[in-house]
């Protein structure tokens, strides 16, 4: 299978899961990636830039090692993508509220030196940001259409609000980063699912 052809079989796979669909507010920083509004008001973020971004972001991280990543999230939505992505890659995680200095501070007992930072929404994960750039560390950042990404280095636009986007962006990156690595080929498909790296609602949190 060409990669043309593959690339095509992955948008077909994606489009469902809402991945392009952002929010009725767009910044500056995003106007590069949104392709038009929906009838609804939504702006749309052009499918084929995120997929490119997704592939800078799989070589970034391959060429600085799993092992020296660590992926934040204060969202809850994004807690099982990402440690389904850390199960899979070997990778740190940091869920929930980070922590000040963990980034900063080497006298504290969480303090952590990694060479690269990914994190879900450059709202809610500001404090890492904070703390990534005044440490020099790269950031790479799923970004929505309303995000301000003035300190995150590779922006992949993206719906981060969405179960099953957030979900979409983490298996993407997963496939993409193992393809880099060399353990998967462009044409193999994945042992895993997106439906594997969703966070999954329970009863409670529907009524």
Same mark, same amino acid.
């Given at each position: ?13 994606? *489009?469902? +899961?809402?991945?392009?669909? #952002? ?27 995120? *997929? ?19 992926? @934040? ?12 992505? @850390?199960?899979? *890659?070997?990778?740190?995680? *940091?869920? #929930?509220?980070?922590?000040? #200095? ?25 404090? !890492?940001?904070?703390? !990534?750039?005044? !440490? ?24 981060n609000r969405?179960?099953?986007?957030? !979900? ?14 060399? &353990? ?13 790296? &969703?966070?999954?609602? +329970? ?5």
């Amino acid at each position: 299978m060409s990669q043309q052809a593959e690339t095509t079989d992955i948008k077909k796979k994606i *489009l469902s +899961t809402g991945i392009r669909v #952002g929010t009725q507010v767009k910044t500056k920083f995003m106007r590069p990636f949104i392709t038009k509004a929906s009838p609804e008001g939504l702006y749309m973020l052009d499918l084929d830039i995120t *997929l490119d971004k997704i592939k800078t972001a799989a070589k970034f991280i391959n060429r600085l090692g799993v092992e020296n990543l660590i992926v @934040c999230s204060g969202r809850q939505y994004a807690e099982t993508p990402i440690e389904k992505f @850390c199960e899979t *890659l070997g990778s740190k995680k *940091l869920l #929930g509220r980070f922590m000040p #200095g963990t980034l900063t501070n080497p006298s504290l007992p969480y303090y952590i030196e990694p060479k690269l930072v990914l994190i879900s929404d450059p709202q809610v994960d500001e404090q !890492a940001i904070t703390e !990534a750039t005044n !440490a020099g560390i790269p950031v790479i950042g799923i970004a929505n259409t309303d995000n301000i990404t003035s300190n995150v280095d590779v922006i992949i636009p993206a719906n981060n609000r969405g179960r099953k986007a957030l !979900a979409t962006v983490y298996w993407l990156l997963v496939r993409q980063i193992l393809i880099e690595k060399g &353990e998967l080929k462009e044409d193999d498909p994945m042992n895993m699912e997106i439906d594997d790296f &969703e966070t999954k609602i +329970t009863e409670e949190e529907i009524e």
